[in-house]
């Protein structure tokens, strides 16, 4: 899940519909509301959390401070303008990247895994022979020995998440929480079951195992 912070609702909305698009959960909110929510979100709440879009605001550095006291997750700024002291004031302010609009979402997808990458330096692999499952994180369908293996979005998501979260037990909350969203409640969060399920089913098939170690309760 994607948080969008901005003071006009333009913007918010227009980059939520574009995460819609690509099958990715997001959550528009102006700073004021963002702060409130960082406040009250539980450790759940933003390990759901895969990055954070800034708009041009009064309080953006500040607000950027207080996600990383709170989050690891990229925190990307849009700039409005092309401006060398503005840039290199917001990477002072430990902000991972700045992208000038319009910039697609596919782009900040890409982006903000690259910076996971980076910061989490972990394979990307859940194969035990790495070369095998190659997974990538700007929509494309992974790959098993070269050969595409295509996915419906959500188990495409769903990949993408284990294989960021690697070596990690994760609940079914959370996955559920990533992939449909904090707020979402017009999906069980069952349906997660039926997902993982379909997903191994495709995986083992191709990879001749199951990479995926489930765990009860």
């Known amino acids: ?9 333009m913007v918010t909305a227009a980059y939520v519909a574009g995460f819609d698009r690509e099958g990715v959960s997001s959550l528009g909110l102006f700073a004021g509301e963002f702060q409130d929510w960082l406040k009250a979100a539980s450790s759940a709440d933003l390990d759901a959390v895969q990055g954070f879009l ?15 006291r709170h989050s690891r997750a990229p925190i990307i700024a849009l700039s409005e303008i092309r401006s060398l002291e503005q840039t290199l004031e917001l990477f002072t ?8 609009k319009p ?3 596919r782009e900040i997808l890409a982006r903000s895994e690259a910076i996971w990458r980076r910061v989490n330096a972990a394979s990307q692999t859940l194969s035990a022979a ?9 929509g494309r369908d992974p790959e098993i020995d070269g050969t595409s293996l295509p996915l419906p979005r959500r188990e495409r998501h769903i990949l993408e998440y ?10 079914k909350a959370q996955i559920f929480n990533a992939i449909y969203g904090i707020y979402s409640n017009d999906v069980e969060e069952s349906v997660i079951e039926g997902h993982v399920s379909k997903l191994r089913k495709k995986l083992r098939a191709s990879l001749g195992h199951d990479p995926i170690e ?3 309760y």
């Open 1 to 9: 899940m994607y948080i969008v912070v901005d003071e006009r609702q």
């Open 54 to 68: 800034l708009g041009d605001f009064q309080d953006r550095i500040a607000c950027a401070e207080t996600i990383r």
């Open 93 to 100: 302010a430990r902000f991972d990247d700045v992208v000038r």
């Open 162 to 171: 284990l294989v960021r979260n690697k070596g990690r037990r994760l609940t």
């Open 103 to 105: 910039v697609h979402v």
């Open 130 to 138: 790495p070369e095998r499952l190659k997974v990538y994180f700007d």
């Open 214 to 216: 489930a765990k009860r």
